[in-house]
Structures are given as structure tokens and as C-alpha cells.
């Protein structure tokens, strides 16, 4: 099975802010890899899709990258409506997983 | 607009059974693969189980094989969730959530397994 790893496992920001959020898997997974942003109370949205595909809809300040083992999530200029939890997933094999997940909270 | 709504949540002693369903619309449902994911409360989110769009292909996660059950009626725009054998570490909200992608998911239902 494939274990995401996620880093940091929280962060404080202040609006305006550039952040990043990286993602390490297990195994190589090629870029299928998902980002997630999850508001207390909500079900978790989808941002990115294969590693770098902003999901229609998603405002540009949000960015993925990478392939294989290691990915990023950037946050170019956070707005108070960013502060939340984040999970990347891979999608590459079964069982789906996801990282244990970072907060992001304001400073 | 594409809606997901889970309904058949609720309080139900360890051992018990418990049927979830997932209502689809705004979309042609027999058209997607499907999953479920929970989430236990204050903890991260957990892959339970997915389908594909004419039910030929399942998985489950190791910690729900051999006591839950996915399945699908294309007919009826509908996801399901048989759930036997709970456990209280089974407590979460469950959610369904469209494609591989999960691009989209419904508000969720909570299922909680307590004596």
C-alpha cells in the first residue's frame, strides 16, 4: 500500500502570505495526485487534480506541482476564506490514500 | 448542478448493521465510478471503498473488507453502503464522492457505533 506523507502538519499564516505544503508518497505515482481543502463542518473540495490541473472554478492563487514521490500545494497570496485543512491523495493504485492532513491557521 | 446526499446514518450498537445511500443527480450517474470515504471525528479522511460504473470492479479498504458492501443502482441514480460487524472505531461521517477524481461529494452522514 502506498502511505502519504504530509508536511507540515500545521502552519500559521498571515493574508498575503506565499505557502507551501508538500506531499511525500511511498512510491512512485506517477502525478496522480490530488489536492483537497476541507472547512470545519464541510465536506472536503477538490483544487488540484493530476498533481497540476486546477479544478474548474478554483481561483489561480492555487497551485500543484511535482511527480513521482514529491508534490507541492502554493498558496501564492492567502485570502482569510484559505484558512483550512488541506489533503493530498494519490489515485494511483488501491487502497486510495490520503495524507494525514495540514491546517493552515492565521496568524 | 451535480448533488450528492447521503442518508442512513445513525446510532447503532457495536455488532450492528446499518445500510447508507447515496442519492446522484445533475449528472449522468451510470456514467461515473463511485467511492465512499469517512472521516472519524477530528481526524483525517480515510478511503473506505470504490465502484465502477457497472459495478464490475470493487475494492475495499483492509479495515472494512469482509463486513461492508458496495453497491449501485443505475436505475435509481443510487450509491450504497452495507455495513455489518460494526465496530465503534467504524464511528465517522460518510461520505460519497463522484470518480476517481473525487470531484465531487455529498455533506455527508454520520454513523455511530456505540453500547
Known amino acids: 500500500d502506498i502511505q502519504m506523507t504530509q508536511s507540515p502538519s500545521s502552519v500559521s499564516a498571515s493574508v498575503g502570505d506565499r505557502v507551501t505544503i508538500t506531499c511525500q508518497a511511498s512510491?512512485?505515482?506517477?502525478?496522480?495526485l490530488a489536492w483537497y481543502q476541507q472547512k470545519p463542518g464541510k465536506a472536503p473540495k477538490l483544487l488540484i487534480y493530476?498533481?497540476?490541473s486546477l479544478q474548474s472554478g478554483v481561483p489561480s492563487r492555487f497551485s500543484g506541482s511535482g511527480s513521482g514521490t514529491d508534490f507541492t500545494l502554493t498558496i501564492s497570496s492567502l485570502q482569510p476564506e484559505d484558512f483550512a485543512t488541506y489533503y493530498c491523495?494519490?489515485?494511483?493504485?488501491?487502497?486510495?490514500?490520503f495524507g494525514q492532513g495540514t491546517k493552515l491557521e492565521i496568524k | 448542478e451535480v448533488q450528492l446526499v447521503e442518508s442512513g446514518g445513525g446510532l447503532v450498537q457495536p455488532g450492528g448493521s446499518l445500510r447508507l445511500s447515496c442519492a446522484a443527480s445533475?449528472?449522468?450517474?451510470?456514467?461515473?465510478?463511485m467511492n465512499w470515504v469517512r472521516q472519524a471525528p477530528g481526524k483525517g479522511l480515510e478511503w473506505v471503498s470504490y465502484?465502477?460504473?457497472?459495478?464490475?470492479?470493487?475494492y475495499y479498504a483492509d479495515s472494512v473488507k469482509g463486513r461492508f458492501t458496495i453497491s449501485r443502482d443505475n436505475a435509481k441514480n443510487s450509491l450504497y453502503l452495507q455495513m455489518n460487524s460494526l465496530r465503534a472505531e467504524d464511528t465517522a461521517v460518510y461520505y460519497c464522492?463522484?470518480?476517481?477524481?473525487?470531484?465531487?461529494w455529498g455533506q455527508g452522514t454520520l454513523v455511530t457505533v456505540s453500547s
Open positions: 512510491q512512485g505515482i506517477s502525478s496522480w
Open positions: 491523495q494519490q489515485a494511483n493504485s488501491f487502497p486510495y490514500s
Open positions: 493530476a498533481a497540476s
Open positions: 465502484i465502477s460504473s457497472s459495478s464490475s470492479t470493487i
Open positions: 464522492a463522484r470518480n476517481s477524481l473525487f470531484d465531487y
Open positions: 445533475g449528472f449522468t450517474f451510470s456514467s461515473y465510478s
